[in-house]
């Protein structure tokens, strides 16, 4: 079974209404419609939705709403279920926490042979809950904690349960977000983009941009600012923070992050990233460039005295693939480390204890060709099919 959405609910009482609906297709490209899994409509202005494959239907499934939330809606495929965060959004403006119709993929990730699933987005924060009058009881709206993002993370438990508690619906709390995992927390510069992958049961990746001197207004829309780098953050499964993230000024998640053998690989168009001010149309391009993250040594201990290495490549294999090191004990820029300024956030210092820590390594990866398991590729590496007839060239190590 594969499963999709589209955005104008065409059936049932929001005819009409933008939104999103879920529905599921078999191999031969059959519709099916599936009690209990399948929607005609299900959060209003939901211009980003995170879904996840599943032993059996319902799929996991994550959206988000104009009227101040975000569900966990596996089992309702509505905008109710197990309520991930508050966030601060206005009358048909989600906030884009998924990254909007251009980029929700790779938002939600099942942790390889487990029931656990990690979700990431970016967030505002939420202060200041107060009832929604159009909802009605159950449901609160919120102000922003910061006009900036930052990067959140939640684990799952189960693709319809969360291994920790739910965002309150307390009309009055002045802080509605203590049950986020922050994966950033600054009130000076903005995180968008956001994207996470894992790598196997206990390690995933999660990818945003940082924006420096960024400009915000008060509508929860994205913010421009000056380009600062792509950071790739290791976590566990827990959600907690492992080490540095690795930084790289070349290369951007722009595309599903997919399993490609031990790595995680993305593709992304290799030119100048300009975040500075809408763009109103966009550039030609003939190319396709791809990345790869993988753990060092390639196991599911990494190693925990090498130094992160990065490494983006060309379509075709190459030579002379440019290479990124980053300096030794890599660490955020001064005005990028997390916000000590006090706020009513509690601090879940569970999710801080020290934990050894793998360095990530981004490993070439050459781009998709025509190869299979017998040849096609230059010397020195090997085919992994991703699919018929079509497979990457990877270093053959």
Known sequence: MQTYNHKIAY???????YGDSIQY??????????????STFGCSHNTGIAFEAADEAPFASICAEDHGSIWL??????????????????????G????????????????????????????????????????GDGYVQSSPRWLNHNAAISIMATKNSLAGAEAISKV???SGDSQVIWV????????????VAA???????????????????????????????????????????????VVAKDAYVAGDMVNIGDKLCWPYVDMTWDLSAPKGNGTYTSQMSFACMGLQGGSNTPA????????TSSPVPRSDDSTLVPKKNTTLPADTTPDTTPDTTPKDTTQQQSKPKPKPKLQTCEGFVKCTSTGGCASGYKCITVRAGRGMCVPDN
């Not at 925990?304 to 490494?311: A, E, L, Y």
Request: with cysteine.
């Open 199 to 245: 790598f196997d049961d206990k390690y995933a990746l999660v990818t945003y941009e940082q924006l420096e001197n960024p400009d915000c207004q008060p509508v929860p829309l994205s913010c421009t600012g000056t380009f600062s780098g792509t950071y790739m953050q290791l976590v566990d499964n827990t959600g907690a923070l492992i080490g540095s993230p």
């Open 73 to 94: 809606n596996t089992n309702t495929q509505y905008m109710s279920g197990i309520k991930i965060a508050n966030e601060n959004t206005t009358n048909g403006v989600s």
């Open 172 to 174: 009055g709390a002045s």
């Open 25 to 38: 297709v078999d191999e031969s490209g059959m519709l099916k419609t599936i009690s209990g899994a399948s």
């Open 11 to 17: 059936d049932g009482e929001a005819n009409g209404h």
């Open 184 to 195: 950033t927390k600054s009130n000076s510069v903005d995180h968008q983009n956001v994207h």
């Open 304 to 311: 925990s005295n090498t130094t992160p290495k990065t490494t």
């Open 96 to 135: 884009e926490p998924m990254g909007g119709m251009g980029g929700s993929y790779s938002a939600l990730s099942r942790f390889l042979g487990s029931d656990k699933y990690i979700f990431a987005w970016q967030s505002r924060g939420a202060i200041s809950l107060t009832q929604d009058s159009w909802m």
